[in-house]
């Protein structure tokens, strides 16, 4: 069962991530912002790592960069609203994100999302 952490700082979607997540097979963990969920994936490994951009005290740029220069294998997922955040979400790719999905985004597009970036391919 793959192991999966959420970064959002949003509760209710933070919940509903976990939720649809839990609900197709994965162990899923969260954390409320990106200073929290850097410090869980220096205490355990993660298959993966969903991450919003736009968040209080470490933003998702940030929380990439720094997973990235931990952990430079780690699978990643960005998530945002779009809108003037969409240059943000391309330069993701750059900086190592495997898939980025525009908020609102369905079960679906978050499940082939998952997994195809679990099973190594990098859609950016």
């Known amino acids: 069962m793959p192991n999966v952490l959420v970064i959002e700082d949003d509760e209710a ?9 839990r609900s197709i097979g994965h162990d899923v963990h969260v ?3 990106g200073v929290e969920g850097v410090a869980l994936c220096q ?3 993660f298959d ?9 005290e470490m933003d998702g ?4 960069l720094e997973l990235k220069l931990q952990i430079p294998d780690l699978k990643i997922i960005a998530i945002s609203g779009g809108g003037k955040y969409m240059d943000i979400m391309e330069t993701t790719y750059k900086l190592g ?3 980025a999905l525009t908020k609102p985004f369905s079960v679906n597009d978050l499940s082939e999302c998952v997994t195809k ?3 190594g391919e990098k859609l950016g």
């Open 13 to 21: 979607v933070r919940y509903s991530l976990e939720m649809v997540l």
């Open 31 to 33: 954390a409320a912002n």
């Open 43 to 45: 205490k355990q490994k």
């Open 48 to 56: 993966l790592v969903i991450t919003d951009l736009i968040m209080p």
């Open 61 to 64: 740029v940030e929380t990439i």
């Open 97 to 99: 994100a495997d898939c």
């Open 117 to 119: 970036v679990l099973a």
